[in-house]
């Protein structure tokens, strides 16, 4: 089948079963999943688009009916729940989607997103495994009032709560709660920014001062995350900080990434040799 031996198919093809999920009854999205599983998706597709489209069609008949059961069946799971379509569900349906294109065997190729996905999982489920972030939550309250202090805003701190004066008199009290510590992120951003460098096998001595500016990157980007979400509260009023509470964070974290990708694939590859991704090429098994 022509159609399966495209990338721009696959993608798109992924990006409809993103979608479905929005027309069936009961189901729908978890938007801020989706938005951030989206997000890091499109940064791995941006560093590797060229080897994607070296990867050849491997997906049998039987492995393209695998990934749409695969597909189909998280649908129903969703339905017979009620619930909406969260990040394991995205990853279910981004697997299938690849066996359904490439076949089985191409799942190592794609096991960096995969990652990505499980990561973010486990990321955004460490409060139940450290639940006291008080030291952490006080010390960056603390240090969102001294910012904000020093740009001329008038603002106290009691705690991890501060109490800011917007532009127009009015008085917010601003909670910078355990979600705010940025710990998920640290985490999930911080492995995104250096898994993908494993497919260069880099030496540990090499590899180590990358993993350290990958992790401490993520924590300076949280802090100026909470930095913005606060100066928009301070300007553009309540609504506008929730939206940015929400959504900055992933899209400063996606930059961060890419700009660290391309300092770390300098690094760690010597510049006479180009950054090139092996597929192993073998006949298609039908199609």
């Known amino acids: 089948m022509k159609f399966l031996q495209t990338p721009n198919a696959f993608v798109l093809a992924l990006a409809a079963f993103f979608l479905v999920p929005e027309a069936i009854p009961r189901v729908g999205l978890d938007y801020q999943y989706f938005f951030i599983t989206v997000l890091v998706l499109f940064a791995w597709f941006l560093m590797k688009w060229d080897a994607v489209k070296s990867i ?3 997906s049998s008949k039987p492995e393209v009916l695998l990934g749409v059961f695969l597909i189909v069946a998280d649908y ?9 379509v969260g990040i394991l569900d995205l990853l279910v349906i981004f697997l299938g989607t690849v066996i359904v294109f490439y076949g089985l065997k191409a799942l190592r190729f794609f096991w960096v997103p995969a990652t990505y996905g499980i990561v973010l999982l486990l990321g955004y489920q460490i409060e139940a495994y450290i639940p006291d972030y008080t030291a952490l939550q006080d ?9 904000v202090n020093a740009l001329g805003i008038a603002a106290t701190v009691s705690g991890h709560i501060v ?23 640290i985490l999930a951003f911080g492995l995104l920014s250096t898994m993908a460098l494993l497919d260069l096998k ?3 001595s090499r590899l180590i001062p990358i993993f350290a500016i ?6 300076l980007i949280n802090i100026v995350r909470l930095l913005v979400v606060f100066l928009t509260f301070e300007f553009l009023g309540v609504d506008a900080g929730t939206t940015m509470h929400v959504y900055f964070g992933y899209i400063v974290f996606i930059v961060w990434v ?10 760690l590859l010597p510049s006479k040799h180009p950054v090139v991704t092996r597929f192993p090429v073998s006949p298609a098994v039908g199609s």
């Open 56 to 58: 050849p069609n491997r």
């Open 76 to 84: 129903a799971a969703n339905v017979t729940r009620g619930s909406n």
């Open 139 to 147: 010390w960056l309250a603390s240090l969102m009032v001294s910012a």
């Open 163 to 185: 109490i800011m004066r917007t532009s127009g008199g009015t008085f917010l009290q601003l909670d910078v709660a355990s979600s705010c510590t940025g710990l998920q992120g």
């Open 202 to 204: 880099p030496k540990a």
């Open 214 to 219: 990958g992790f401490a990157g993520a924590f």
């Open 258 to 267: 890419l700009v660290f990708w391309e300092f770390a694939f300098k690094y």
